[in-house]
Each structure stands twice: as C-alpha cells, then as structure tokens.
C-alpha cells in the first residue's frame, strides 16, 4: 500500500476492526483509517477478532480483513461472523489479492460484503470503505420491504429483484468480466510480441545496413586501388612503347642505315602493332583518369552545329575506307551545349568510329542535334549489326565487347563507350542506347543546355574576335 501525505476525511465515520496478521500492514491501515476520521480496533488473527465480536458490547460498523492469515482464513473468519446473528448485518470488506478470479466468488459465499484488491491506494480503499458504510446507511434508513438500497458510482439506488436474481445477476456479470480481461491480457500479450518482433525486425535492418556499408566502403577502396594500379601501369607502359615506336621510325627511315624492302614490311607492322598497344594503353590510362574523376573539365557555351562540322573532318577518312553513306542534317544555330569542347568532341569521334567499325561497306551513319529547354541531344545512328537487346544494359561497363569475332576487328579494348558514358556524366550528361540486332544503333549524347547569358558572351567573343 502507498501511503500518500493527504488523506481524505470519510464521508461517514465509523468504528472499523481491522484483521490483519501483519504486523506493519496492519499498523499502516490502522493509521490510514485514523487519519480519515474512524475509529480503529485491530486483531492480529481471525481467532482473536472472533473473541473480540463474541463480546455484543463492542459496537462496530464495519470489519476490514486479510484473507490469506495463519490459523482461519479471512474466508472462515467472514462466515463464522455471519453465523452470528447479532453481528450477520456488520458488513465485511476482504483484502484480496486476487490471484484467481474465484477468490471474489469464494468471498461471495462466505457472505463478504465487499473485497479491495491488493495493491492498492489509500484513496482506493477509503473510496471502497465509503461505499460500503454509505450503501449500509441507506439499508438502514429505508422502510422494509422497500428493496435493497445500494450505490453506483456514487448515486443511491434501490434493487427490488430477489435477492437469487441479484446473485444470478452478479455471478454473471463477473463472469463476463472475468472473460473480457483474460481476452485483454491476450491482447496485451500479443502488443507486447508484436513489440518484440517489431524491435528484433528493426534491430536486424540495423545490421544489415551496416553490412551493406561496410561492403560498399571495401568495394570502393578495392576500386579505388583497381583505379590507382591501371593509372600506374599504363602510365609506365607508355615511355617504352614510345621508345619502340621512335626508334623504329628510326630504322624505317634509313638513319641508321640501309634497310632492305622486307625490313621495312617488318618495321611498319612493328609501328602498327606499337600504334594499337599504344592506343590501348591511352584508353586504360584515360579510363582510370576518368574513373578518379580525374579529368580537368572546362565547361563553356559551345554551339553544337560547329562542332558536328569539325568532328566529320576527323572521321572522313575511316567513312570513305569503309564505303559508307554519311548523312549530317545541320544542327540549329541556336543548339548550344555547356560542356568543354574537347571532350564532347572525344566522345563523339568515338561514337563514330564505333559506327563505322560496326557497319559494313554500304551501309550509312548520321548525326543529327535536337534539343529542349534544359538539354541538347546529338544522336549517331548507323545500319550496322547492332546489339543484341540482352547484352545493351552492359556495354557502358569497362572491358566489354558484345563479340570482338563478330567485327572481325582488333582494335580497342571494350573501354570507350565506359570512358564516353562517365564524361557526359562529368559534365552532367548522360550517354544512351537504343539498337536493334541487323538494324543498326542509335547512340545519343545529352548535354545541359547553355543559358541565354553564357551564349550571348560567347557571340560577344565571337564577333570581337571577327573585327
Ligand atoms: P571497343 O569499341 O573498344 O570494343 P567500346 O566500349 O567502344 O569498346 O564498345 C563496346 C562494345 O559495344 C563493342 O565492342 C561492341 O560490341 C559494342 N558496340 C559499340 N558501338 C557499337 C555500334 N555502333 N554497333 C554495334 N555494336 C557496338
């Protein structure tokens, strides 16, 4: 019991006998009730609360007992008391723990007024003593016959129904109490599972994402060491291949001395083998560069139409070698780009020379501009062999080739395409594919559109360049 500073004064003081074994609970209701206004008599047994009530003098208007005490039980105690005719009307209040719910029926049978379930509060106790006193004062005052007076939260009111009819009544309404808390305590134990699943679900979500952090950090270090080796090694494999490739121009050349016609057949598939290892290495050395972010990017307004011009000088050659149509629809002037130059133009001959390597003698490659409000999109389509749907989410990965037998070529390593894709990313674009197998592909190149004040500096530029 907790004992609290304030206790209220009772509503009807009364001369209470307190049976408690306990010698502490019983001093701390003693003082309880005292403090409320009654008057406290105490028994430390049902044996000696007995001897007590057998003396008729002793007037008393209610009994508070513990149930479970040494000796006779509060139970035992109650119907020895109501066996007494001169005390059957002193209403008895039990301290139950309420273990089972049969406990309030046994109370019931043993002719128990009332029951306060351990623990409890002062003012709960008090409230239910009250009640009690309260409910007896009515019994008391109403004429016989007139029903049993009792009290509902608080308001007085008056059963004529049998007393059998009240008990039936009672009985089964307890039940179903009985059943609604033992359908609350499942609920509440399902809550509480539901918690615990809940928690361990969280917990294991935890773990996961720091798994899955730890394993990004791994794999980017391991990237990163991939990307550090690449750069390193190309980087020294190109002194000495530019050594090979000078001093057999060297040789080739006669500087050395005479060379016979057979040597200098030799010499120059030495610089053409040097050449592609060369080439090779460039694109390793460019695609770790990339990679790293390590690219110096100098973005200006450049007018895509300009540069579509320029890029055919470059790829003219290969287009006549191979006997292919060339189809370039001008770009509009107004087509401007923000991207640095150089590298929009890597990108593109790239594309290029990938369409003329994969398309055969007669077929054509194009190169068209359009553009929105924020980009500006060059597309370079051929009608070569095109790309097997399955393998096009791959091909922007390093290393790939869809099938280097299938070109019948030797040239490049399956970078150049992931070195083009990460430079219009670097520079805010992106690089896309479409292509059907047989039909030819369709490559294209976003980049961010120039705003208005970035292509009025560079007309600005180009008309002071122009005086
Ligand atoms: P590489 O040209 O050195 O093989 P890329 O990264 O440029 O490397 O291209 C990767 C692969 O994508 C090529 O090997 C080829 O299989 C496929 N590919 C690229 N462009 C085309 C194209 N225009 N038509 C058909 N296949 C292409």
Not at 293 to 319: F, K, M, N, S, Y
Not at 321 to 336: H, I, K, M, N, Q
Not at 350 to 359: C, D, E, G, Q, V
Not at 395 to 406: K, L
Request: a negative charge; hydrophobic letters at 45%; aromatic letters at 4%.
């Amino acid at each position: 019991m907790s004992t609290t500073p304030h206790v209220p004064r009772a509503a009807h003081p009364a001369a209470i006998l307190v049976v408690e074994d306990s010698a502490t609970q019983a001093a701390a209701l003693v003082a309880l009730l005292e403090d409320a206004g009654h008057t406290v008599h105490a028994a430390r047994s049902a044996e000696a609360a007995l001897a007590r009530l057998a003396d008729h003098a002793l007037v008393l208007d209610l009994v508070l007992s513990d149930v479970v005490m040494p000796g006779k039980s509060g139970y035992d105690f109650c119907r020895a008391l109501k066996a007494d005719p001169a005390r059957r009307d002193l209403p008895v209040v039990l301290l139950t723990s309420l273990g089972d719910p049969l406990d309030i029926v046994r109370g019931l049978e043993c002719g128990a007024d009332n029951y306060v379930t351990k623990p409890f509060t002062p003012a709960d106790l008090l409230a239910r003593l009250d009640r009690v006193l309260t409910t007896r004062a009515l019994r008391r005052a109403a004429p016989p016959g007139s029903g049993i007076a009792v009290t509902f939260l608080g308001t007085p009111l008056t059963v004529t129904s049998s007393p059998a009819q009240i008990l039936d009544l009672l009985v089964s309404s307890f039940e179903e109490l009985v059943r609604s808390n033992d359908a609350l305590r499942a609920a509440e134990a399902e809550r509480e599972a539901a918690l615990v699943r809940e928690r361990a679900a969280r917990l294991e979500a935890e773990a996961a994402r720091r798994r899955a952090d730890e394993a990004r950090d791994v794999a980017e270090d391991a990237n990163r060491a991939k990307g550090d080796f690449l750069a390193m090694m190309s980087h020294d494999l190109r002194t000495p291949l530019n050594a090979i490739g000078g001093y057999t121009w060297l040789i080739r050349k006669g500087i050395r001395g005479p060379v016979t016609p057979e040597q200098v057949a030799d010499l120059d598939r030495i610089r053409h083998n040097q050449a592609h290892l060369l080439a090779i290495v460039n694109d390793v050395l460019n695609f770790a560069r990339v990679e790293k972010r390590d690219v110096p990017l100098v973005p200006t307004a450049v007018p895509v139409g300009a540069l579509c011009e320029g890029v055919h000088a470059i790829v003219g050659p290969q287009l006549v070698e191979r006997g292919l149509e060339y189809v370039y629809a001008p770009c509009d002037p107004s087509y401007v780009a923000w991207a640095d130059r150089d590298r929009v133009e890597q990108v593109l001959v790239n594309l290029l020379s990938n369409a003329i390597k994969f398309t055969s003698h007669g077929g054509r490659v194009t190169l068209g501009c359009t553009a929105d409000a924020s980009r500006v999109r060059i597309a370079v389509t051929d009608t070569g062999i095109g790309i097997p749907p399955e393998r096009l989410g791959e091909i922007f990965d390093p290393f790939v080739q869809v099938d280097a037998r299938r070109t019948g070529t030797q040239e490049g390593v399956g970078l150049g395409l992931a070195i083009s894709r990460n430079l219009a990313r670097l520079m805010d674009g992106d690089l896309t594919v479409e292509s059907t197998p047989g039909e030819g592909s369709c490559f294209t190149l976003a980049l961010p559109r120039a705003a208005a004040e970035d292509i009025a500096a560079l007309q600005a530029a180009a008309s002071a360049e122009a005086e």
